[in-house]
């Protein structure tokens, strides 16, 4: 074998030790490798006022058989990110406990980039449910949060959202999403204006964070949910809000992904003596 061939790997090897003894973030390699490997990211949400709880498939163009199917999601719920290879994919919606060689409810196309991420969410009055794809954004500008509002509230027609004294949304209609805005990172209030009352609470942007607040119709008020979308620019997204849908189907072999990342994960936890996961937080505002 060739001497420098050799003594390249070596180096190479004792480069990345010492990037991950020195603390550069694993997420951020994960994210660089996404786009060279041809992964990008997907989650789903039911944000359906008045549209019962449904069962959603994620299928790839070339197989038939759902690379995930999740049961019994009900209104305001929103999955955790999934990695799957870069490609086209359709997702379905069937009635709840429905067959799942029935015909959908709802379907819709999506392709999916590589090192990109997107939400596929049920929006909309059931009279007119519809399958929207949502660009999700993963970086910001140097020492910056983004952030940006689903209008999911039947109830309330129309709301302004907003933070500290930033408008995020002069008057969002329901079934609408406003563009992401970056925001000066901290803790800030969050106002929530409708049918002439405001109700405030507070929301923490670390810097370098992406944000979707999704404004839901809660049991007596108007509730509104942080997502996180990205915890750091450069990171791959780590989740949706706390609340789990019915059940996941295992993953078909065309998506090995989530396994590499755990055993990836295992490893880094040997080097490092621990990792830290950052959980989303729910923030609830009521009217």
């Given amino acids: 074998m060739n001497f420098w061939s050799v003594s390249t790997r070596r180096l190479l090897m004792l480069l990345a030790a010492s990037a991950l003894l020195l603390g550069i973030p694993a ?11 041809g992964t990008g990211w997907i989650r789903l949400a039911h944000l359906s006022p008045n549209t019962p709880a449904v069962d959603v498939y994620l299928y790839s163009f070339d197989n038939s ?41 709802l379907s819709t196309s999506v392709t999916i ?14 009279s007119g449910l519809r399958l929207q794809v949502l660009d999700d954004k993963l970086t910001t500008a140097p020492g910056q949060a983004e952030v940006r509002v689903i209008q999911a509230s039947l109830k309330q027609q129309e709301v302004k959202v907003t933070l500290g004294s930033t408008v995020l949304a002069g008057s969002l209609k329901f079934g609408t999403v406003s563009d992401y805005q970056p925001v000066s990172p901290g803790t800030h209030t969050v106002t929530v204006s409708a049918g002439g009352t405001d109700a405030n609470s507070s929301v923490t942007l670390p810097a370098g964070t992406v944000h979707t607040l999704v ?23 780590l989740g949706g809000v706390q609340t789990g849908f ?3 189907a295992p993953h078909g072999p065309g ?6 990342v755990a055993i990836g994960a ?12 950052r959980r989303n937080r729910q923030l609830t505002v009521r009217i």
């Fill in 27 to 37: 997420a951020a390699t994960a994210f660089a490798s996404s786009a060279t490997t």
């Fill in 65 to 105: 058989k759902a690379m995930i199917v999740l049961h019994h999601v009900a209104y305001g719920t929103v999955s955790p990110y999934e990695s799957v290879q870069a490609g086209d994919y359709s997702v379905a919606m069937r009635a709840a406990g429905a067959s799942a060689t029935s015909q959908p409810v």
């Fill in 113 to 126: 980039a590589a090192g990109q991420a997107y939400t596929v969410a049920g929006m909309g009055p059931e």
């Fill in 215 to 237: 404004v839901l119709d809660g049991a007596s008020g108007l509730e509104i949910v942080n997502l996180e979308d990205a915890s750091g620019s450069g990171k791959p997204p």
């Fill in 246 to 248: 019915g059940g996941t």
């Fill in 255 to 260: 998506s090995p992904v989530p396994w590499l």
């Fill in 266 to 277: 295992g490893s880094l936890l040997a080097l490092t003596g621990g990792l830290r996961l």
